[in-house]
C-alpha cells in the first residue's frame, strides 16, 4: 500500500466554453475497470446528443490500468491530454468524460489538445482532490488520573484523533502514518512514565483535503 495518493474529492462536473463549443467534464471516483465503464456508458446515454463525449481513466494504487478515448475527434487530441492531466496531477482510482456540444468553429488539432486539457484540469480544480494517507488505527488505554494531561497533550499533537471511550479506563484511538509510529510510541511512553497500553489496529487511509493548482 502506497504511503499517500491523490484523488478526485467527490463525483461532480463543471463546464467550460471555448470558442463557442461547450465543454463539460464529468467526475467520479472509480477502484475498478467495470465502475469505470459504466460510469462512461451513463454519461453518453444521458449526453447522447452531445458531439463527443471523450473519456480517459486511471486505476489502482500504482495507475495500473490507463486507458483514453478520443470518441470521434481527431487521434490524440482529446483522451490522450486527458489521460496525461490525470497522470501529471498523481491522482488515482479517476474516471473523467467530457462532453462537447460543437459550437460552430473549429479549433484544430492544438486547440482541441488545450481544450480537453483545460477543461480536466479546471474541472478537477473545481471538483476538489483529497490526499489519501495510510495510516495505523493505534488505541492507547491509560488511567483517568492522566486524561487532563493526555488530553491535552493529544489534541495538541499532530496526530488525528478518531475516538476517545471512557470506559473503566481512558481509550483514545488515533491515526499514526507508520513511519511516525516508533516516535509515537516514544512520545506517549513518556508522556505517561510508561503507564499507558498501546494497541496498533489495522491499516487504513485517511482522507485530507488537497490545494488544487492548475497544470
Given at each position: 500500500m502506497q504511503p499517500s495518493h491523490l484523488t478526485i474529492n467527490d463525483n461532480g462536473t463543471h463546464e467550460i466554453i471555448i470558442q463557442k463549443s461547450r465543454f463539460i467534464s464529468h467526475f467520479k471516483h472509480t477502484t475498478t475497470e467495470v465502475e469505470a465503464q459504466t460510469f462512461?456508458?451513463?454519461?453518453?446515454?444521458?449526453?447522447?446528443?452531445?458531439?463527443?463525449?471523450?473519456?480517459a481513466y486511471v486505476i489502482g494504487e500504482n495507475n495500473?490500468?490507463?486507458?483514453a478515448n478520443d470518441d470521434g475527434e481527431p487521434s490524440g487530441t482529446a483522451g490522450v491530454p486527458m489521460l496525461e492531466v490525470l497522470k501529471k496531477r498523481n491522482v488515482r482510482n479517476t474516471t473523467v468524460v467530457v462532453t462537447r456540444f460543437f459550437g460552430g468553429i473549429k479549433l484544430g488539432?492544438?486547440?482541441?489538445?488545450?481544450?480537453?486539457?483545460?477543461?480536466?484540469?479546471?474541472?478537477?480544480?473545481?471538483?476538489?482532490?483529497?490526499q489519501r494517507l495510510l495510516v495505523n488505527e493505534i488505541s492507547i488505554t491509560f488511567e483517568y488520573g492522566w486524561l487532563g494531561k493526555m488530553e491535552n497533550e493529544l489534541r495538541q499533537s499532530p496526530y488525528p484523533i478518531k475516538s476517545f471511550d471512557y470506559a473503566e479506563a481512558v481509550q483514545v484511538v488515533l491515526y499514526i502514518q507508520p513511519k511516525d509510529l516508533q516516535t509515537f510510541k516514544?512520545?506517549?511512553?513518556?508522556?505517561?512514565?510508561?503507564?499507558?497500553?498501546?494497541?496498533?489496529?489495522?491499516?487504513?487511509?485517511?482522507?485530507l483535503d488537497f490545494p488544487t493548482t492548475s497544470i
Open positions: 462512461i456508458s451513463e454519461i453518453k446515454k444521458q449526453f447522447a446528443s452531445a458531439n463527443h463525449n471523450c473519456s495500473d490500468l490507463q486507458k488539432a492544438g486547440g482541441l489538445i488545450r481544450a480537453y486539457s483545460r477543461s480536466v484540469s479546471d474541472g478537477m480544480n473545481a471538483v476538489g482532490l483529497i516514544e512520545w506517549i511512553t513518556d508522556l505517561t512514565s510508561a503507564q499507558v497500553v498501546i494497541k496498533e489496529g489495522s491499516k487504513t487511509y485517511l482522507d
